[in-house]
Antibody
């Protein structure tokens, strides 16, 4: 079964650090583009970061320089290292598998596998 | 950054109703738009990609249309399991994705 399971959320003080994990089963993380998406309480979805199968990484401006996406191929696990956390980082964090393929003259993209999410609360 | 304006932010409807949700992009995004459904406490679920292609397993009462800046998601005959929040997502500027603000479909 294709599945993603996030762990690592919790209560952290402003300025602190936290590492989220996203364990995959049924497919290979390193062969796919993988994203993190977050959702603040009562709010909409916000894309956070992506790692390409080739290893390139991209970040939303709101987290650039503070968050780092990575993966461990041997564990088939995606990570999000979050430093210098702020109250506005409080959210449920989801990992998702990106599917992207060519459909001339352009391409098609979607997030087709999502984890259940892990909650991060930044508060003193 | 490409902004997506989704409307309405909420709506009340009855089972059997036809429901339409709209997304407008701040610039042309061709057909690079997806739709997701999210139920409370759950992860989003992909419904439609490339503006109008139904994801496998999604009921045919869901349909999407549009191109350029204006897009719609239509539920032709609302069922009880369709009460949820719906989000559109543009991927024209991939990897810098943006979502609409969401539309909560509630029971009238």
């Amino acid at each position: 079964e294709v599945q993603l399971v996030e762990t690592g959320g919790g209560l952290i003080q402003p300025g602190g650090s936290l590492r989220l994990s996203c364990a995959a089963s049924g497919f290979t993380v390193s062969s796919n583009y993988m994203s993190w998406v977050r959702q603040a309480p009562g709010k909409g979805l916000e894309w956070v970061s992506v790692i390409y199968s080739g290893g390139s990484t991209y970040y939303a401006d709101s987290v650039k320089g503070r968050f780092t996406i990575s993966r461990d191929n041997s564990k088939n696990t995606l990570y999000l290292q979050m430093n210098s956390l702020r109250a506005e980082d409080t959210a449920v964090y989801y990992c998702a598998r990106d599917t992207i393929f060519s459909r001339p003259p352009g391409y098609v993209y979607y997030m087709d596998v999502w984890g259940k999410g892990t909650t991060v609360t930044v508060s003193s | 950054a490409i902004r997506i304006t989704q409307s309405p932010s909420s709506l009340s409807a009855s089972t059997g109703d036809r429901v339409t949700i709209t997304c407008r992009a701040s610039q042309g995004i061709s057909s690079y738009l997806a739709w997701y459904q999210q139920k409370p406490g759950k992860a989003p679920k992909l419904l439609i990609y490339a503006a109008s292609t139904l994801q496998s397993g999604v009921p045919s009462r869901f349909s999407g249309s549009g191109s350029g800046t204006d897009f719609t998601l239509t539920i032709s005959c609302l069922q009880s399991e369709d009460f949820a929040t719906y989000y559109c997502q543009q991927y024209y500027s991939y990897p810098r994705l943006t979502f609409g603000g969401g539309t909560k479909v509630e029971i009238k």
